[in-house]
């Protein structure tokens, strides 16, 4: 059995598995993952995220929120005064938060999962539908899977339900030429392709893992139930996936594991400077480089030179244009239990906020079916962003659209769910441990077929 212990090996790999070139850039990271401690602090009157972009690489941001920030860095807390923080309280180790992922162990295993026909595997078909319990396919759940691993799984998905799945392996490439896939699941006949679109995005931000089962749990399940409900689903509307929106970032990530675990970006060269990356949910031609869009380019959220500037941006943006109307879509992150709608860019509603609202309440509450509590909100009341996916998406909606059937768009940010403020009791943040993925994956089921009726009875599954 492989496992890729060497960037070097990865990079072969990688190359001979997915047509792309050799991901050799090794980002200047100032940062030692296996040192690090998890914060959680208040913004203090001195706080401005410009001032940790000017810090440098040694501290990663990982989440914020109204009046506080969580953040991983080796730096001693007294570091965290000069960015005008304030009672900041310890979270967790890094390290022991990595070692939940059981990543070497998930890499060898890994390989004798892939249920591909080029390696003489089983076929999906033979596991009975997600959610039955079936040893065969909730194996393949119970860890984390490299890019070739998942791109042959859909692969795979596509040749044991040619009836619902077509598995288009290329909408556009990398900077390092790896390919972006896109999986269409919908029952197949006339006019399968003048469906109105219900899109599903992961892995827009490389370093949030969980998403990726998410997606690929998902559809598989699409593709697989004969639930009568998601029958009635299929006949309307076309799902479409892009399970890997950034197969740069993501690739990164498992190389010199853990070292650009918590790694956010693309990997795109930047001139003028040895930083690399641009944050993609910040690049998209829509209210761009505005509010917290960074314009430094070390920083995690830096926006780009210009709108839509990345390759990955220009593909999925081309690709879901190419096919309206998109009725809806999830774009899923982690981490902190919530839907969301937009506007990002502004805490000022619009014209379609109360039905989105309505729509995202109802989703939540589906989310949390299974017992993980989930909530809601606008997303610009957390913090305001330009340049985000769900804005643009949007927002060509109301161009496109009319009446009740504009384009809903809503970001569902998987696992865990907000520390508790007693020391020591941890939330484990993007390091989600492998006995997470499987239910975090199952309460997602009812969120994506609530949200898909909620768009049907508004009259939107009608071409």
Known sequence: MLVLK???????????????????????????????????????????ISRMDQAGMGVVLLKRGVAWVELATDLPIGWMDSLGLL????????????????????????????????????????????????????????????????????????????????????????????????VHVTSKGAGQETKPVIYVQCLLHAREWITGPVCMYLAFYLASTDDIQVQVLLEKFQFIFVPVANPDGYLLTWIDYPKYRLWRKNVSPLGG???????????????????????????????GPQASSEPETKAISSYLLSHAPVSGAIDFHSYYQEVLYPYAWTKDSNE??????????????????????????????????GGTFPDWLYYQGVLQGSGQCFTVPLTIELR????????????????????????????????LVKFGQLLLSSGCGDV
């Open 416 to 447: 865990p769910k907000p520390p508790s403020t007693q020391l020591g009791n941890f939330l484990t943040g993007f390091l989600v441990p492998t006995s997470e993925i499987l239910p975090t994956c199952k309460e997602m089921v009812p969120s």
């Open 273 to 303: 400077t040895s930083c690399v990356g641009v944050d993609l949910n910040r690049n998209f031609d829509f209210h761009w480089s505005k509010l917290d869009g960074s314009g430094n380019p070390c920083s995690e959220e830096y926006s």
């Open 352 to 385: 379609h906020t109360s039905r989105m609202k309505y729509i995202a309440e109802w989703v939540a509450s589906a989310s949390s079916q299974l017992g993980t509590p989930y909530t809601s909100g606008s997303m610009g009341s957390i913090y305001t962003a």
């Open 6 to 48: 060497s960037w070097r090996i990865c990079c072969l790999v990688s190359t001979l598995l997915l047509a792309g070139s050799c991901l050799d850039v090794r980002p200047p990271y100032a940062f030692d993952i296996t040192r690090a401690k998890m914060w959680r602090c208040l913004q203090g009157p001195g706080w401005n």
């Open 87 to 182: 009672d900041c309280l310890w979270l967790a180790n890094v390290s022991t938060m990595l070692s939940t992922e059981a990543h070497g162990e998930s890499a060898a295993r890994s390989q004798d999962l892939v249920r591909t026909s080029s390696t003489g595997g089983h076929s999906l078909r033979e596991a009975e539908p997600a959610g039955s319990g079936s040893v065969g396919v909730e194996a393949w759940f119970t860890q984390y899977h490299n890019l070739s691993q998942m791109y042959h799984w859909y692969q795979q998905l596509g040749e044991d339900y040619p009836g619902r799945v077509t598995v288009n392996s290329s909408i556009g490439r990398t900077h390092y030429n790896y390919t972006i896939m896109a």
